[in-house]
């Protein structure tokens, strides 16, 4: 069997940062197959981890596979939606049917939401004006009470400052 030089170029690439960032792909895809820990997140980040850390891969840059994903999923704004349609698919109401109780905690968490964003505006711009808040910021603030991490994220880099 005749090997090529070429084909060994990424192994001489491969330093400890890669093989770190390789290691922890795999044990994200070990986890999420074999232990089945949130499988519906772990393998694809660890399928991603694994393909965008791949030594002379370039899966992550300019025309790459992973690039390509990002310009036609994210960029558009389609993956998110399909995640939350596919999440929202998921949802097992067994628990809340046989408790419907629940259903105030879920309440709860939408009216800590709200209360920290009337308080950050009674702060700041509202009536008070002891924090230099303005709309925008109150509402950054009050959504990062939900504990959603990418809606925050987006509401505090959309808003104008």
């Known amino acids: 069997m005749d090997i090529n030089a070429s084909e060994f170029l990424g192994l001489l690439n491969l330093n400890w940062q890669y093989i770190v960032m390789l290691l922890i792909g795999g044990i994200l895809l070990w986890l999420g197959i074999a232990k089945k820990v949130e499988p519906v997140l772990l393998v694809p980040i660890g399928t991603g981890c694994i393909m965008a850390n791949l030594p002379l891969g370039e899966v992550a ?11 036609v999923g994210i960029h558009t704004e ?30 709860a968490a939408q009216f800590g939401i709200f209360g920290t964003f009337f308080l950050a505006y009674l702060l700041g711009d509202g009536w008070l004006h002891i924090l230099d808040f303005s709309l925008q910021d109150a509402a950054s ?16 880099t959309t808003l104008p400052i």
């Open 61 to 71: 840059e300019k025309g790459g596979f992973l690039a390509l994903l990002s310009e």
């Open 78 to 107: 389609i993956f998110p939606l399909l995640i939350f349609i596919g999440v929202g698919a998921m949802i097992d109401f067994g628990p809340f049917l046989k408790q419907p109780y629940t259903i105030l905690l879920g309440a």
């Open 141 to 156: 603030i009050g959504i990062i009470g939900s504990a959603d991490g990418p809606t925050s994220i987006f509401v505090s």
